[in-house]
């Protein structure tokens, strides 16, 4: 019992003062998971979504690189608590939904595809041909160019918090606003000034139901000024190719997408026009995930028919480090939960891919 609260307390703590000023570079990422107790090894490479739980029971050796995976020691097992040691090897490359498991070890250059898992590991699951699917391993622009695109992604966040500054500007102006605070009871009386309470709340709104637009706004605008469409071929054909890949991930990540999905309707139409706006083709009825997509970045390669539904946490990847190809999902077609499609896969007219299903590169299901 005293062991699990231990754990049970770890959990909450992480889990309430977040990676802090860790998550902002691999560098931090790799201190921070150290610092926990985890043995990571050299230029470890972690996907934003990626996640690492029972921290002294991990080992991740030199260069592999892990996309959006949870990585954790601890599991039930016949109604009890069990921890066991995954151990990760050297030159690995962990993709998108696969399960850890606890106990297990990876072999080093092991190149784990999308929707596996490290408990019965087959050779074709390992293949290096797997690495392609892995977001973390997509070559990235050259930094002048990210330099050039630093000022636009500026420009677009100072656009987003114009109205916080706005709202903080107009209750500094307000009479009962104090300047100067001498003793503890001065600043209790700052914050809880009734006056103010209202300010909060509007803040609060703002940042709730404004800011998720005028991010979608921002998106939109580079998109179409800036980036222009998305077109089939090789994505390392130019850098100029690669640039516009960096800066729409970077311009509208799927979480400020499905920021904005929550105000007008997570699953319905609402999604539909934005998704047409970003290029998508898209066509009526459509029922979209409530989780959103997080690695859907070349919108006009996604095309999607009337009648569709889609199950939650699914993954549509319409580029791999290779190649961009646009997927296409026809009319009446089901989705369903945690799938993975891969860059030019067919759905068929009211097929049916099943939960946990993955459409390989090129493949058609009729």
Request: charged share 20%; proline share 5%; aromatic share 10%.
């Amino acid at each position: 019992a005293t062991y699990y609260l231990r754990w049970f307390l770890v959990e909450n703590i992480l889990l309430t003062c977040g990676r802090g000023i860790f998550r902002y570079s691999q560098v931090g990422l790799r201190l921070y998971y150290r610092l926990l107790g985890a043995r990571i090894g050299k230029g470890v490479v972690f996907a934003p979504g990626t996640r690492l739980y029972e921290f002294d029971l991990l080992e991740i050796k030199a260069h592999t690189v892990l996309d959006d995976v949870i990585v954790r020691a601890f599991c039930i097992e016949a109604c009890r608590m069990r921890l066991s040691p995954v151990r990760i090897g050297k030159d690995c490359s962990i993709c998108a939904k696969v399960s850890v498991v606890p106990g297990t070890t990876v072999p080093s250059g092991a190149c784990v595809g999308p929707l596996s898992s490290t408990y019965d590991l087959m050779p074709e699951n390992v293949a290096k041909s797997n690495r392609a699917f892995n977001t973390a391993t997509f070559q990235q622009p050259p930094w002048y160019m990210k330099m050039l695109g630093m000022p636009l992604l500026l420009m677009a966040w100072v656009f987003v918090q114009a109205p916080i500054l706005v709202v903080l500007r107009g209750m500094c102006l307000q009479p009962w606003y104090k300047k100067e605070m001498t003793d503890y009871y001065d600043v209790l009386e700052w914050f809880v000034t009734p006056n103010r309470i209202g300010y909060y709340i509007l803040l609060r709104t703002v940042r709730c139901a404004v800011q998720p637009f005028l991010r979608l706004f921002c998106g939109i605008a580079i998109k179409r000024l800036i980036i222009g469409r998305f077109t089939p071929g090789k994505r390392a054909r130019s850098r100029w190719n690669l640039f516009k890949h960096w800066l729409m991930a970077a311009a509208l990540p799927g979480k400020h997408l499905h920021d904005v999905g929550h105000l007008v309707g997570v699953h319905g139409e609402g999604v539909s026009i934005i998704l047409r706006m970003l290029g998508a083709k898209v066509g009526k009825r459509v029922y979209w995930p409530g989780s959103g997509f997080q690695h859907l970045v070349e919108y006009d390669l996604l095309e999607v028919g009337d009648d569709v539904v889609f199950g939650s946490r699914s993954i549509i990847l319409c580029c791999d480090a290779e190649d961009a190809l646009p997927i296409k999902i026809e009319a009446g077609a089901n989705i369903a939960d945690r799938c993975v499609l891969l860059p030019g896969c067919l759905i068929g007219r009211n097929a049916l891919l099943g939960s946990g299903g993955l459409a390989g590169k090129g493949q058609t299901f009729p």
